[in-house]
């Protein structure tokens, strides 16, 4: 599998590209440091095309309603809890997954974009003065990187979108063999991201990699997974 970088860089495989990538030990840095510089706002989220927003809620959301409605009969999750990995300042929990889900959590490494969530999910958060609970509400906010995240409880569904490029492939693996594990009975996993056609492309300003859908599907074979569905937005 060959691929290429923004700087025109050509990888014979993909073995080639991470042993290029990982010699330094920096490439979560390098990550943390270009987020670092975007601003904590929907148009940050999305890279300036914060017009996308309503379409992409909507398209996930008929995703997510495929299985909730019981239409893959052997996997019909319940709607007590859900993870959102990756969640920026919360646009999906707010938007796709509080409506939904009584329960959500959220993970973020991005101290500022914690900070601004929890502005933004402010009605979803239970007052500890109060004695009445919401019908609707966030319990965690996790603010650690995916490769080094530890499951506490087990949940319905876990939400991935635009963060899988970050981890290198073993972080992958290992990363979605613990969703496996931190799921109930009937959970589900749903990834929401972008594929490229014949290539893997290494982004440098970001430090993440786009992946062709074979890549994805033989990484999540190696993590234990089976692919249930696959809807283009």
Avoid at 38 to 60: C, F, N, Q, Y
Wanted: proline residues 3%.
């Amino acid at each position: 599998m060959s691929g290429f970088d923004t700087e025109g860089k050509k990888y014979g495989s993909i073995e080639e590209m991470w042993g290029v990538e990982l010699e330094d030990k920096d490439w979560y840095n390098k990550a943390a440091e270009y987020w670092a510089k975007v601003p904590p706002t929907i148009d940050g989220m999305l890279g300036g095309l914060s017009r996308i927003s309503k379409v992409d809620i909507s398209t996930s959301t008929t995703f997510l309603k495929y299985f909730l409605d019981g239409k893959y009969p052997s996997k019909v999750p319940g709607t007590l809890n859900a993870l959102d990995c990756g969640s920026g300042i919360g646009r999906v929990s707010k938007n796709l997954l509080l409506p939904i889900f009584q329960c959500v959590d959220l993970v973020e490494q991005n101290p500022k974009f914690i900070e601004q969530a929890k502005v933004e999910l402010s009605n979803f958060i239970q007052p500890s003065s109060s004695s009445s609970s919401l019908p609707h509400f966030v319990q965690s906010f996790y603010c650690v990187g995916l490769q080094d995240f530890v499951f506490e409880k087990l949940y319905d569904v876990i939400w991935i979108q635009w963060v899988i490029g970050h981890l290198t492939d073993d972080h992958f693996i290992d990363f979605f063999a613990k969703c496996k594990k931190g799921l109930k009975e009937n959970g589900i996993i749903c990834v929401k991201d972008n594929t490229s056609k014949e290539s893997f492309v290494v982004d440098k300003d970001d430090s993440s990699v786009t992946r062709t859908d074979e890549h994805l599907r033989d990484l999540f074979h190696k993590s234990g997974l089976k692919i249930l569905k696959v809807l283009l937005q």
